[in-house]
């Protein structure tokens, strides 16, 4: 079982920077994949970026390539989700979410049972 909780959100204008954290409880942190999920409102859930266990691979959606870097700690059991340029339509409640990581669909966020309660972050324009 594995218990996440995200920080880090808030209020930026566009062209602004942010820094979102995860930190999970449990064991074996290094054998999950972690992923940035995003949910604007009247939208469905889409894929933002996730990393694989050892943080040697990251994958992005093509609209945050460029502008948003997804790292980890492992000894920290920490996922990080830096943000830079952000737009107004970056504006979405963002999840923190974890899954066994067996090297396959990074981006399915119906592959991974563990989630955070969410964060929001609002960009004006």
């Known amino acids: 079982q594995?218990?996440?909780?995200?920080?880090?959100?808030?209020f930026v204008?566009?062209?602004?920077?942010?820094?979102l954290s995860c930190v999970?409880?449990?064991?074996?942190?290094?054998?999950?994949?972690?992923?940035?999920?995003r949910q604007a409102p009247g939208k469905e859930r889409a894929f933002g970026t996730?990393?694989?266990?050892?943080?040697?691979?990251?994958?992005?959606?093509?609209?945050?390539k460029g502008r948003f870097t997804i790292s980890r700690d492992?000894?920290?059991?920490t996922v990080y989700l830096q943000m830079d340029?952000?737009?107004?339509?970056d504006?979405?409640?963002?999840?923190?979410?974890?899954?066994?990581?067996?090297?396959?669909e990074y981006g399915q966020d119906s592959t991974y049972p563990y989630w955070g309660q969410g964060?929001?972050?609002t960009v004006s324009s």
């Open 2 to 10: 594995v218990q996440l909780v995200e920080s880090g959100g808030g």
């Open 13 to 19: 204008q566009a062209g602004g920077s942010l820094r």
């Open 24 to 37: 999970a409880s449990g064991r074996s942190f290094s054998t999950y994949a972690m992923g940035w999920f």
């Open 50 to 64: 996730a990393i694989d266990g050892s943080g040697g691979s990251r994958y992005y959606a093509d609209s945050v």
């Open 74 to 77: 492992n000894a920290k059991k």
């Open 85 to 89: 340029s952000l737009k107004p339509e």
């Open 91 to 104: 504006t979405a409640v963002y999840y923190c979410a974890a899954k066994t990581d067996y090297g396959r």
């Open 119 to 121: 964060t929001q972050v």
